[in-house]
Structure formats: C-alpha cells, structure tokens
C-alpha cells in the first residue's frame, strides 16, 4: 500500500463506507481496525460482525450499572424503548433531582453567551413536532448531559431511516456470550450514596459541563434541521458529508477531541493504549472494534511499533 493517510470513512458513489484496515508488523503479527460508526443500516453492522469472523476481538462498550442511579426503572426497558420511557427514567436520576437548584442556576446565569443563544435557539425550535418536543425534554431532565448522547444518536438515526448501532448489535446478552469477543472499554462504578450528596459547581465544573451541553446540543440542532428536510436521502448526505469532513480534516478533528469531555475520548483511549502496551496483545492476530474517532489515536500507537497498514476491506454504512 502507499503512503497516503488512511480514510477510516470514505465516500463513493453516493455510498458511505467504514474503511476495515489489517495492519502487519515485521513478525507478521495481524490487526484489524475496524471503524464503527453509530448509525447506518442494518446489514452495516452484520457485515461488520461478519468482518470479525472467529478472530479475537476488542470491543467498545461503556459497562455500568445504570439503575444505581435511577429510583424505578420500567420494566423491560432497552434502547427500544418509547421516548416517553427514557424521559420516565431521566427524570428520576439521583444526580440531577439533588443538584436541580444548582443545575437552574448555572442554565440562567453561568453559561457562556454563545452556549445561552444555542440553549434559546434550540428551545425555540424545539416544537416542531411531537418527538422533538420529547427529546427536549428528556435533555432538560439531565441538564443536556452527555446520558442522553444515545437518545440523541438514536433519534437522528430514526430521520434517516437508518438503525442505531445498540439497536443492531445486542451488547447485553449476545455479544459478551461469543468466545472470541472480548470487552475492552470503560466499566464505571457509581456509588448511590455519593450521588445523593450534592456537588460544588466550581468554575472548573461550569466548564466541563458547558463542553458536554456543545455536543448535546449541537446534535439536537443537526436533528431539528433534518426535521426540516422533508427527503430522506438529503438527510443521509447531509450527515454523510459532516461526518467525513471531522474524519478527514486532521486538523479540525484535533481541536474537536481536545473540547470533548475526558471520558468520551481521552479515558477511553488510554484504556485501548494500555492494552496494546501490556502483554494481553500477544497473539498471532485480533481485530479492534471501535468507533472511527478512536481509531487514529490507535493506528498512531500501532506505527510507533512497527505496524504497517497491508490491506482495506470497505463495507457499506449507507447509501443516498
């Protein structure tokens, strides 16, 4: 292969693919990466399983016993769940019932002006329809933290007709039973009686705060645009194009990472950087399944130890 940087997503024919990379070492030692993204269609994601085959492989999923955090979770409640059921369970989450005063004074006062005129703009807007107005306020529950990020993924995957990736792949019962898959992410722990104490909103808080309120309410404002857009297939570009230019553009992405939350990016990518540095990546070959922001940090580590990139497999996420 030549030099030329590779395009963990790419774009032909009117098609988005995930680009799978196997990469060799001088001992012919083999890793697949392979870039998931959070949306596409159905077959997408059994495509990619079927990528994976019987090799060993490192999976992306955040572990944590959730309902530590919440009074009374519905019964059956899963990612397919109606609207009306997340906003059930987000309104009864300890954290934000003990700190809402505090909460309220930060929205009113604290914010950033450009983060105010995006909390007004989205307010204002969020009336077009029945879902949005849902959507709003299952993000005010949580104060337009990060914990509605799949709600957000879901619902625009819903405006393109497409299936979010936790709806495709069964993470709870299906994967973590296949032998040759392997959990490599984060597994967080939450203690009840911590969550009941309320917290100081320092400046140091406001601010990692505001970073996860941009994100939350950035994807809003994407979803209320493809509200707008009547033709399904427009929506799919739209999005198809925004996503290859944060892949493509090295530059924007860098300055996008660094204003992300810790824990979405920096913490987890330590996780997979350790594992690749301690013994437990022995082997002849493994593949690394891991959403596409990830994985230049992981092919930067994978170079530094002697890793070229042999071959590209792509698999189609959508087309419009």
Not at 42 to 68: F, S, T, W
Not at 82 to 109: A, G, H, P, R
Not at 241 to 253: A, G, H, I, R, V
């Amino acid at each position: 292969m030549t030099s030329t940087p590779i395009q963990f997503i790419k774009i032909q024919n009117q098609t988005v693919y995930s680009n799978c990379v196997e990469y060799r070492n001088d001992a012919e030692k083999i890793i697949h990466l392979i870039p998931v993204l959070h949306v596409g269609e159905e077959r997408y994601y059994r495509d990619l399983i079927q990528y994976v085959g019987n090799k060993r492989c490192l999976y992306e999923y955040v572990k944590g016993d959730y309902a530590k955090m919440i009074e009374n979770v519905p019964k059956g409640f899963s990612i397919n769940s109606d609207y009306e059921d997340f906003l059930q369970v987000f309104n009864q989450i300890v954290f934000y019932k003990v700190n809402k005063t505090s909460f309220e004074k930060m929205l009113e006062k604290d914010l950033p002006d450009d983060l105010k005129h995006l909390l007004t703009l989205t307010k204002e807007y969020s009336t077009l329809s029945e879902k949005s107005r849902i959507i709003f306020k299952i993000l005010n529950e949580t104060n337009f933290s990060l914990d509605t990020l799949t709600v957000l993924q879901r619902y625009m995957s819903e405006l393109m007709e497409l299936i979010h990736q936790t709806q495709a792949i069964d993470y709870i019962v299906e994967i973590p039973n296949l032998p040759n898959w392997e959990h490599l992410d984060l597994e967080i722990q939450f203690d009840l009686e911590q969550l009941k104490k309320p917290i100081e909103f320092t400046p140091e808080f406001i601010q990692s705060w505001s970073q996860q309120m941009r994100i939350t309410l950035s994807l809003y404002s994407v979803c209320l645009q493809f509200e707008e857009e009547p033709d399904i297939n427009s929506r799919r570009k739209e999005f198809a194009e925004q996503s290859l230019s944060f892949f493509t553009n090295k530059t924007e992405t860098d300055e996008i990472l660094t204003q992300l939350p810790e824990i979405l990016v920096g913490v987890r990518d330590k996780v997979i950087k350790d594992f690749l540095m301690s013994s437990q990546s022995e082997g002849n070959e493994f593949a690394i399944f891991y959403g596409a922001a990830h994985l230049y940090t992981i092919e930067s580590i994978l170079k530094s130890q002697g890793f070229q990139a042999k071959k590209e497999t792509p698999i189609k996420v959508f087309g419009f």
